[in-house]
């Protein structure tokens, strides 16, 4: 990724609010039917999980809304337009999605917060975008060597504004289904949308169904212990 493009994508970056309040999500939660007053209390809620998988898939839908119509935009104008905004469109949509997972992992009682907890909601983020054990390990080597740069010269080192950059910069590569279309003035515009919306609801799948895996396996380790 140019320097031009990442000060795109870090302007860009920095309008979205990638931090995700669990008051709001417990609120939300609530509103859909459970008894929850913290992150913790999410762990009790097997016997309703089926509303937690409601609220996932709910939460699932806006993030694949948001990131259709950032396609929308980029292809929109054709050429010109989608060299301009392509790079800032892909890392918009993966910023949705990561906050999509920072919600998901609130619900199946992780929190973000927590260190050992964020290494396994940053490794399902991952895991769904596309990367496996090898691309990860790329992933979170270039994210540490681009912190302690941004550590020494005094730049921007928030690691989740790094590690997006770094995310849509590969990303870039994966997305290329109907790629073609996008240069074309007014149907660029409706295949952007259609290929973002069918990326952010592939991810979003794969990360609903690796937490609600992972929150029965937790359950069934701990009913076996107890």
């Not at 469109?89 to 992992?105: E, T, V």
């Not at 199946?108 to 490794?123: A, C, Y």
């Amino acid at each position: 990724m140019s320097d031009e493009s990442e000060r795109a994508v870090m302007s860009k970056l920095k309008s979205i609010d990638l931090h995700v309040d669990p008051g709001s999500v417990i609120q939300d939660a609530r509103k859909a039917g459970l008894n929850v007053h913290n992150i913790g209390d999410f762990q009790s809620q097997i016997t309703n999980y089926w509303r937690i998988e409601d609220l996932m898939n709910s939460y699932a839908g806006v993030a694949a809304r948001y990131s259709a119509m950032s396609g929308a935009g980029a292809g929109v104008g054709g050429f010109g337009t989608r060299v301009t905004l392509g790079v800032v469109d892909i890392a918009n949509m993966a910023a949705q999605l990561f906050r999509l997972g920072q919600r998901l992992a609130i619900v199946n009682g992780l929190d973000p917060s927590d260190e050992h907890q964020n290494e396994k909601i940053t490794e399902i983020y991952l895991y769904a975008l596309g990367f496996d054990a090898v691309a990860q390990i790329a992933i979170r080597a270039k994210l540490q060597q681009a912190n302690d740069i941004a550590g020494k010269s005094g730049a921007n080192s928030n690691s989740v504004l790094r590690l997006i950059i770094i995310v849509a910069g590969k990303m870039g590569f994966q997305i290329n289904t109907k790629q073609a279309a996008k240069y074309i003035p007014i149907v660029g515009a409706f295949a952007g949308a259609g290929t973002n919306y069918a990326f952010a609801k592939v991810a979003a799948k794969k990360m609903i169904g690796t937490y609600k895996d992972d929150y029965f396996r937790t359950f069934q380790a701990a009913s076996a212990q107890s």
